[in-house]
């Protein structure tokens, strides 16, 4: 069956560090991946967008990687902050348009 | 511009009532959708709208879940009978069109307890 898989445990990190959260897929072969962030009690709201034929696309200090053999999408925040604690969802499209979201990371970043 | 409106925010119901939620999506948005999100969980598609045309409902519980978006803008989506596993938080989200070529954008979601 299809799957995403997100780390269900919470990565905890120091302010300053580089984050990376993980997406693994099976049986997929998704055109597009996605990255949402979402703050407790909000809706997600879209970080990024990669595409199958992508290596890698980053935004400010963001940046996402896509394997499509790995069938993998590694997400950074580099030199992270308090405010970047939230939950990060990846989502992909399983069949052309229909999409299907991970459960979703969640991020804590210490002072 | 305005975000993806949604209403009531929160609402408390008991098992084997009935509950409605709406939504208003970004205008000009060819694409709605609903999901469902219970805690610890990512959102669960349930139903994908083209403007008044489903796209995909194979995950609604048609026994008790419907959806409608009649003139293509804004949507309802209702529940009847409630169970208690419906408990969950209902995001409307619209985007420019199919695919996830776009980004969808989220409204604030509808928190429903069912006691």
């Known amino acids: 069956s299809q799957k995403i898989e997100q780390n269900s445990e919470a990565l905890n990190i120091q302010e300053g560090k580089t984050a990376t959260l993980t997406c693994n897929y099976t049986?997929?072969?998704?055109?597009?991946l996605q990255w949402y962030r979402q703050d407790p009690g909000r809706g997600p709201v879209f970080l990024l967008l990669i595409r199958e034929n992508e290596k890698e696309k980053r935004k400010e200090r963001l940046k996402v990687t896509f394997d499509t053999t790995l069938k993998q999408s590694l997400f950074h925040i580099t030199a992270s902050q308090p405010a970047d604690s939230a939950t990060y969802l990846c989502?992909?499209?399983?069949?052309?348009?229909?999409?299907?979201f991970g459960r979703g990371t969640s991020l804590i970043v210490h002072p | 511009e305005a975000g993806v409106a949604q209403s009531p925010r929160y609402k408390i119901i008991e098992k084997r009532q009935s509950v409605a939620f709406w939504c208003n999506p970004i205008?000009?948005?060819?694409?709605l959708y609903w999901y469902q999100q219970i805690l610890g969980q990512g959102p669960k598609l349930l139903i994908q709208?083209?403007?008044?045309?489903?796209?995909?409902d194979s995950q609604l519980p048609k026994d008790r879940f419907s959806a409608e978006r009649l003139k293509g803008v804004d949507s309802t989506l209702k529940i009847q009978p409630a169970k208690l596993e419906d408990s969950a938080v209902y995001l409307c989200?619209?985007?420019?069109?199919?695919?996830?070529?776009?980004?969808?954008?989220f409204g604030p979601g509808t928190r429903l307890t069912v006691t």
């Open positions: 989200a619209s985007s420019l069109g199919l695919s996830l070529h776009y980004e969808q954008y």
């Open positions: 049986n997929y072969s998704p055109a597009y």
């Open positions: 989502a992909l499209d399983i069949k052309s348009y229909i999409p299907t």
């Open positions: 205008s000009g948005h060819a694409t």
């Open positions: 709208f083209q403007n008044n045309g489903v796209v995909d």
